[in-house]
């Protein structure tokens, strides 16, 4: 019996990789910000979200791991062979342009939480930039995602600065299960940033090329798809406790709007120099992480999308549109942080809007695709899988469009 | 570069198609080749007008240009699918083939065409397969700019192309396959190591396909180079007796290598389809851990009697050309087989053929147990500069022979 559940961990533990990853790097500088907002202007009453959230991810997240395991190919391809290239060459394009925004917004995660300890972003951001772009071209795949994985280690900082903070457990757990809604403009707009920011269209292309690459076939998608879940849970119990952690240290002392992810760190200090310091390390750690994964994954995609050569075993003269995009994304993703006046809120909000419009094409063609019998035989959905999956590709696409609305609306204002 | 009489696939699809009086019929919506009969000549276009699409055979083109496709015979019948016809945009555009030329994996973006007029018609012929930005941007401007304009806007960007001879359709269907008279010859022709490259880069349907109907040992070889995993995978959705096949093709440790990841069942169903003398060889090795010298070794090496002269090592040898290729050491062992020297192949050149093999070896011969590791193994290869090391079983007889090549796999897993 002992022995059969070691078996079962090892195998999970040697599958474990692309879903979990994708998952857990979902809470990258954005979502961060996103969350703490939440916990620091309506404190627990947002916490119910949270498990339709993690329906809605395991759901889509799902549907891309078995398509990469069945087929063997990135969903960039089968969206190329089954819909042409003026379509992959659109899709990709708004890709490109919000996973640009994306890098953007991890890069400024990079240089407030750093900030914080009074390094100078003029420092920061070229060193982690540089970092990025030598970890990602001179190491293999193998050892990226054992990098990778570790760095998903650290976001057990959150849980512990949560912990720190001592938040009223008592009423966290009651609003977990309890849904409120409020007929409050400020409120709506949070919930459906919650969830239009938990499914990115990145991590569909990402997730399926890298199921792809550690080479899960139909036969060993058991695990991944437990895998897959699991992932989606740990997304979910890290957003749990950065909402819980500004609700305890922001809310109960007074609702207001914070300025980004490092204002809600600074919010943590009269908790003590550890809760402030591990939200800070587990936002930096984020930030970083995020800021591997955007640009290598958007380069794959396209290159794959679109037949360019493309992978890190490559050579520059074999493959210079790859290593082109993922230099362009990293300088200029990196390099308008250090712009003075760089309206950089007004291009997150671009970039959620831009993920927007692109998500619901997205989860529209994957929902088509794997229900095609010759790509899929009998792993296609099932009926009542459909439903659900259709439900759960309106109901994002619904929230998503809804964030668009949104966004462009403060775009607007802002200018 | 782009002259007069290549017609790209992008210009081909909308193209006005006129009867003999200059009606206009309709518009191309495809073209289809049939292989069997001719692998590059286009032998259908498809046109569509009212409700149905109507064929328009090869023969019954009297011009093709920009301005439209003009006919020479009225005679047009209804399309009907037909398994023989490679259909272009649906069967090519946009999907993967590989390129036997520059050995690798690429997708379609368009399709250049030769106008070829010949006596009393007309026909196009596949000349390449275009990928790359230049074929990108006339997929993107098809139908938005003119053609003409296409051409011109089109010049600056540097053409990539593959030759139409070159190009191998994956097909995972074996019946199309026959029909489409899809050959593997030019992926056989290519180094293993290339071909495995390919075959790990395509989805699993399409590498089973190539796999099961390539030459079983060119299969072998490039099943090799492979990453283990997907060697078990490729092995277990074949056919039993093709995998045997295969199996008996590859080298004895590698053989053992990979029944090793296969299941149970299915490695022990390959076994029974092996001849007795593989099976013998392999479910030997089979017995071995992981990570020993046991399964690093190969049961494929020379030994000859220790009192053998030069004569009797090139006698032996002549009978196993295919060895000689990999072979860089003969072994001598005693009456009880256990391994006593090992003679550097090169010296047989300079000896005369009466020499005693023993004479050319070095004094001292090192061997290891099935048991050692594998790191222990790396160690000696490393600091006596080794290129094969004798591997002997708990009564010291020769059992196997650690090459060089083993070593560098071992160290490049890690």
């Known amino acids: ?51 339709p959230i993690t329906l809605l991810l395991i759901v889509t997240q799902e549907m891309c791991s078995r398509m990469g395991a069945v087929t063997g190919k990135g969903l960039s391809d089968l969206i190329r062979e089954e819909f042409g290239l003026r379509t992959t060459f659109f899709v990709m394009a708004l890709l490109l342009l ?58 057990i900082c959150y849980i512990v600065s949560g912990i720190l903070v001592k938040p009223d457990w008592k009423e966290a757990a009651i609003y977990s299960v309890r849904p409120v809604l409020m007929l409050d403009s400020g409120y709506i707009t949070m ?53 819980v952690s500004c609700a305890g240290a922001i809310w109960s002392n007074g609702p207001r709007d914070i300025v980004d992810a490092a204002d809600a760190a600074e919010a943590l200090k009269p908790f003590g120099q550890y809760a402030f310091l591990l939200f800070c390390a587990g936002l930096l750690n984020a930030s970083v992480f995020a800021a591997c994964i955007l640009p290598l994954s958007t380069a794959y995609t396209v290159c794959e999308g679109l037949g360019f050569e493309s992978g890190v075993n490559r050579r520059f003269n074999e493959a210079p549109v790859f290593y082109w995009l993922i230099t362009l994304l990293i300088v200029i993703g990196g390099g308008v942080v250090l712009l003075p006046n760089f309206p950089l809120v ?67 204002r802002s200018k | 570069m782009v002259s007069d009489n290549v017609l790209f696939c992008t210009e081909l699809i909308g193209l006005r198609v006129y009867d003999t009086r200059g009606r206009r019929l309709g518009r191309v919506k495809d073209a289809a080749l049939v292989p069997i009969i001719n692998p590059a000549r286009v032998d259908r276009f498809l046109v569509g007008g009212g409700w149905t699409w109507l064929t328009v055979r090869f023969d019954q083109v009297r011009s093709i240009s920009l301005d439209g496709i003009y006919l020479r015979d009225e005679k047009l019948t209804p399309y009907h699918s037909d398994e023989y016809m490679l ?36 026909q196009l012929d596949v000349l390449e397969v275009d990928i790359g930005m230049r074929s990108i941007f006339r997929r993107l401007a098809q139908g938005v ?137 392999v479910s030997e090795l089979f017995e071995h851990r992981d990570h020993t010298a ?22 032996v040898l002549r009978q196993d050309e295919e060895m000689l290729e990999v072979l860089n050491t003969v072994f001598l062992v005693d009456a009880e087989e256990a391994p006593v020297a090992a003679v550097p192949l090169a010296k047989l050149f300079i000896a005369p053929g009466s020499h005693p093999l023993k004479d050319l070896a070095p004094d001292t011969l090192l061997r290891v147990t099935v048991t050692e590791s594998e790191n222990r193994v790396t160690d000696i290869f490393d600091k006596y500069n080794l290129l094969t090391l004798a591997v002997v079983d708990a009564d010291r007889k020769l059992v196997g022979v650690i090459t060089a090549d083993d070593v560098i796999s071992v160290l490049k897993q890690k």
């Open chain 1, 1 to 51: 019996m002992l022995k059969r559940l070691k078996y079962h961990i090892a195998v999970f533990f040697s599958v474990i990789g692309p879903g979990f990853i994708t998952a857990v790097v979902d809470n990258d500088a954005g979502g961060i910000f996103t969350y703490s907002q939440a916990g620091a202007k309506y404190g627990y009453l947002p916490l119910w979200t949270l498990l």
């Open chain 1, 98 to 155: 919000a996973n640009l925004t994306n890098v953007m917004a991890n890069f400024a995660g990079i240089a407030s939480s750093l900030g914080l300890f009074t390094v100078s972003k003029y420092i920061s951001v070229p060193l982690a930039a540089a970092a990025v772009w030598f970890l990602i071209l001179k190491t293999d795949y193998q050892r990226i995602e054992k990098i990778f994985l570790f760095a998903c280690s650290l976001y």
């Open chain 1, 191 to 243: 919930l459906i940033a919650m969830v239009g920011t938990s499914v990115a269209p990145w991590m569909q292309f990402f997730l399926q090329a890298a199921v792809v690459e550690k080479g899960i076939t139909a036969k060993g998608y058991a695990e991944s798809r437990i895998e897959v879940i699991v992932g989606c849970i740990v997304m979910s119990v890290i957003a749990f406790f950065i909402i």
């Open chain 1, 346 to 412: 007004q291009m997150i909000l671009l970039s959620q809007v831009i993920n927007g419009m692109l998500l619901p094409l997205v989860l529209i063609f994957m929902t088509i695709l794997v229900n095609k019998q010759y790509l899929m035989k009998e792993w296609t959905n099932s009926r009542v899988y459909n439903f659900v999956a259709w439900t759960a590709v309106a109901v994002m696409i619904g929230l998503t469009v809804g964030l668009v609305g949104i966004s462009l609306q403060d775009l607007l």
């Open chain 2, 87 to 122: 259909r272009i945009v649906r069967d090519l555009l946009d999907q993967q083939i590989i390129d036997a030329l520059g050995r690798k994996v690429v997708r379609v973006t368009d399709v250049t065409f030769q106008i070829k007029p010949m006596e009393g018609h007309t």
């Open chain 2, 145 to 281: 700019i003119p053609p003409s304009w296409v051409r011109k806007i089109q010049k600056p960007i540097g053409p990539n192309s593959i030759g139409w001879e070159y190009c191998n359709i994956v097909e995972p269907d074996p019946q199309r396959r026959l029909r489409l008279n899809i050959s593997n010859v030019a992926l056989e022709k290519m180094h293993p190591a290339d071909l495995a490259d390919i075959v790990e880069e395509l989805g699993p349907d399409d590498r089973e396909a190539i796999i099961e109907t390539i030459d079983p040992e060119v299969a072998a070889d490039a099943l090799s180079e492979m990453d283990v995993d997907i060697q078990a995978s490729i092995l277990e959705s074949l056919e039993t007796e093709r995998a045997a096949e295969i199996i008996e093709e590859m080298s004895p440790d590698e053989a053992a290598h990979v029944l090793a990841e296969l299941e149970e069942e299915t490695s022990s169903e390959i076994l029974e389809e092996l001849t007795e003398e593989s099976k013998s060889e």
């Open chain 2, 294 to 315: 046991g399964a690093m070794m190969t049961t494929e090496y020379v030994s000859l009697p220790e009192n053998a002269t030069v004569q009797d090592a090139i006698e």
